[in-house]
């Protein structure tokens, strides 16, 4: 079992930056991949970067690539998505997921999931 926790979002100006944390419960985080999806108003929740359990391997979406980083710090159970150069697009509830194989996460299809933390981004 493990719980999530988001933090980090806020209201930021188009092509400032921000630092999202997903804080994990549970002494096996480290044996999970982590993953960020967003969701703006409307049905679909889009899929934004994972991670693997060990940090070595790193996936992103197109929209992300170039401005977003995804890491992890396994001691701390906590994974981070740095985001910068975010633009009004990025507006949305992000939230982050883990699963044990990051084809899962990517899938959409994680069991565990955080409640959301909300990134607006001003014009």
């Known amino acids: 079992q493990v719980q999530l926790v988001e933090s980090g979002g806020g209201l930021v100006q188009a092509g400032g930056s921000l630092r999202l944390s997903c804080a994990a419960s549970g002494r096996t985080f480290s044996s999970y991949a982590v993953g960020w999806f967003r969701q703006a108003p409307g049905p679909e929740r889009e899929f934004v970067a994972a991670v693997s359990w060990s940090g070595g391997s790193t996936y992103y979406a197109d929209s992300a690539k170039g401005r977003f980083t995804i890491s992890r710090d396994n001691a701390k159970n906590t994974a981070y998505l740095q985001m910068n150069s975010l633009k009004p697009e990025d507006t949305a509830v992000y939230y982050c997921?883990?699963?044990?194989?990051?084809?899962?996460?990517?899938?959409?299809?994680?069991?565990?999931w955080g409640q959301g933390t909300q990134v607006t981004v001003s014009s």
């Open positions: 997921a883990a699963a044990r194989q990051i084809a899962t996460i990517r899938a959409g299809s994680s069991a565990y």
